[in-house]
């Protein structure tokens, strides 16, 4: 059974940074894109960064120039640094994953709060 645990959410002020990290309980080499969605109280789930097992990236406009993801060589781990974080960056993050056979996974979520 596949778990992706996230972690590194906290409370930020704005301006700050933080990074976030998600960990496969299996092998990554079984997934084909990993990436992570936010979701902020009254609005719906939305995608804020991917990326492919080859390493392409994909951002979210309001992520452009601020917020970088990566991927462990080894693809069970992937990575959101988060920089210059505004309040409106204030969601719920979930780490996903999709296997190659299009099975998509998620983990529990992770709070981050940017708040003077």
């Known amino acids: 059974q596949v778990q992706l645990v996230e972690s590194g959410g906290g409370l930020v002020r704005p301006g700050g940074s933080l990074t976030l990290s998600c960990a496969a309980s299996?092998?990554?080499?079984?997934?084909?894109?990993m990436g992570w969605h936010r979701q902020a109280p009254g609005k719906e789930r939305e995608l804020v960064a991917m990326?492919?097992?080859?390493?392409?990236?994909n951002y979210a406009d309001s992520a452009k120039g601020r917020f970088t993801i990566s991927r462990a060589h080894d693809k069970n781990t992937v990575y959101l640094q988060m920089n210059s974080l505004k309040p409106e960056d204030t969601a719920v993050y979930y780490c996903?994953?999709?296997?190659?056979?299009?099975?998509?996974?998620w983990g529990q979520g992770t709070q981050v709060t940017v708040s003077s």
């Open positions: 996903n994953a999709e296997s190659m056979i299009g099975v998509l996974f």
């Open positions: 299996r092998s990554g080499a079984g997934f084909d894109a």
């Open positions: 990326i492919t097992r080859g390493g392409i990236t």
